[in-house]
Antibody
């Protein structure tokens, strides 16, 4: 089955760190760029980051640049997002997503919730 | 970075109505525009890609149109299950793949 499964979310204090993972299965992971998208409670979708299929090229939203870091392990079919210097406004559901068919995000995970609060 | 501005923010329509949602890009795109549907508590679902192409399995009452900076999602004959928030997105460059702010469709 083609799927993405996120993990690693939880509660963290402001200034803290967290590492999210996204396990991919059912498709050739190394053949596709991967992305993170987040959604704060009651808010819209926000694109966060993207990494090329080989991992050499990364992009970030201005809101997370310098604090978040995306990486991938193609041998383990896993995508990561390292979240540092977390702020209250980083509280959100974090989804990993990809474009299998060059059509936008046609595959999404179920999301992992990150709560930043003191 | 490209900005995507959706309108309206929300709308209320009756079953069977035709609904249109607009999305304006801050600069011209190569039609790499997608539309998503997100039902309450659910993961977003891709409906339309390349501005006008209907994803396989999506009901034909959904359609996309537009080019350049103006894009539209149309729902013909609104159904109860279409209650959702709809988002446009550009995937016209390596990054960022910006989303519009969303349009919430309510049933009268």
């Amino acid at each position: 089955e083609v799927q993405l499964l996120e993990s690693g979310g939880g509660w963290v204090q402001p200034g803290g760190s967290l590492r999210l993972s996204c396990a991919a299965s059912g498709f050739i992971f190394s053949g596709h760029a991967m992305s993170w998208v987040r959604q704060a409670p009651g808010k819209g979708l926000e694109w966060v980051s993207r990494i090329s299929n080989g991992g050499a090229t990364t992009h970030y939203a201005d809101s997370v640049k310098g604090r978040f870091s995306v990486s991938r392990d193609n041998a383990e079919n896993t995508l990561y997002l390292q979240l540092n210097s977390l702020r209250d406004e980083d509280t959100a559901m974090y989804y990993c997503a990809t474009s299998l068919g060059d059509m936008g995000y046609d595959l999404w995970g179920q999301g992992t919730l990150v709560t930043v609060s003191s | 970075d490209i900005e995507m501005t959706q309108s309206p923010t929300s709308l209320s329509a009756s079953l069977g109505d035709r609904v249109t949602i607009n999305c304006r890009a801050s600069r011209g795109l190569r039609n790499y525009v997608a539309w998503y549907q997100q039902k309450p508590g659910k993961v977003p679902k891709l409906l339309i890609y390349a501005a006008t192409s209907l994803r396989s399995g999506v009901p034909s009452r959904f359609s996309g149109s537009g080019s350049g900076t103006e894009f539209t999602l149309t729902i013909n004959t609104l159904q109860p299950e279409d209650l959702a928030t709809y988002y446009c997105q550009t995937y016209d460059s390596s990054a960022p793949w910006t989303f519009g702010q969303g349009t919430t469709v309510e049933i009268k």
